[in-house]
């Protein structure tokens, strides 16, 4: 294995690197040379009593890692590549009970409660509404003539879509859309939200969640959240469970959905031929290359329960394992020119809902839906939309946001 020419100190989770660009690059030089590969970083700078992770790049091995939870654990340090550095332990500790950061067999047990809200059934039943709420949210933001994108439109279907599926009032939406920003954008100093503002935003809504659960515990409705919670000893979820799910909901349901989005405009705005392609055919294969450029969640780790080897490197017990989303859906050995935007890309095997294994994304259909709604209800209001600047991208070691895309809804 030969030595990749990185610049020393170089560092994948680096949240001031995301704020400027993806590290393709540099993906390119570890998927060459060096399958796995050690990055060093100044001890406990992520959050942990450590000084580095192995960086896993290639599609196969990502998916390895994501196939073998007996080995490589969601649980012993959380799914969550980098923290901030002064994070104390016990605040890691409690996401454990999220259910991203779970292993078998507690995690089947709560993935078995929590699937029964997005059978194909019950996403096929909230498609009507959710074709009227697009409609409804580009007039809204034509009539404005230009705007923010991310706010106008990205952020809203996924948000009310979120509120449909399980319950919220509608006229809530907007503290859900607060409370995981906050959560999720702690590392970036222009939102001045420091990571005690993004706890008490978790808290606030679990409590909210809480609640929620604990009303239709009292008065049962015909909706998931009377499904997941109403009758505890047939299997269901605590309220607190079901408050750490809502939590889950709030980042991997509305903001990678929202990023996906946003990006997916971008790209479409910016590989024009692309965008007039979507708006005559309207191809089934666009929402997964949608997703596939914008891999909303660039990296996840694991951590190995035992010493065990992978792609040819020893891997010691207790080392953490970074699977970079971002680098395996940018792999030529799976992807035919995968620095193509080509929203007629078939097969497509991206692994922006994960790498397989027992956390991939529940919400997987939900996701392509809200993202084939939205753009069909662009195209055929606003065709003429343009971009007025460029993104501005969050500063976040694990997640692709993009804060603001002016634009002309022409």
Known sequence: MSCPALPEGFDFTDPDLYQQRLP??????????????????????????????WAVTRHADVKEVSTKPEIFSSHLNTAIIRFNEHIHRDQIDVQKLIMLNMDPPEHTRVRQIVQRGFTPRAIRALEDA?????????????????????????????LQAIAELVGIPQQDRSKIFDWSNKMVAYDDPELAITEEIGAESAMELISYAMNLAADRKACPAKD???????????????????????????????????????????AFLTHPDQWELFQRER??????????WATPVMSFQRTATQDTELGGQRIAAGQRVGIFYS??????????RPEAFDITRDPNPHLGFGGGGPHFCLGKSLAELEIRLIFNAIADAMPDIRLAGEPRRLRSPWLNGIKELQVTYG
């Open 24 to 53: 393709l690059p540099e993906f390119a030089q570890l998927r060459q040379t060096a399958k796995v590969w050690w990055i060093p970083q100044p001890h406990g700078v992520a959050g942990f009593d450590d000084d580095g992770y």
């Open 224 to 266: 998931i959240v009377s499904q997941l919670v109403a009758a505890e000893d047939q299997g269901n979820l605590a309220s607190d469970e079901f408050g750490f799910f809502v939590l889950l909901l709030a980042v991997a349901g509305n903001e990678t959905t929202r990023n996906a989005i946003s990006h997916g405009m971008h």
């Open 283 to 292: 191809p089934a294969t666009a929402a997964d290359e949608i997703v596939r």
């Open 130 to 158: 959710l074709r009227e709420r697009a409609a409804r949210i580009v007039a809204g933001a034509k009539e404005d003539g230009s705007g923010d994108f991310v706010t106008d439109v990205a952020c809203e279907l996924p």
């Open 327 to 336: 680098s395996a859906n940018h792999d030529p050995e799976v992807f035919d």
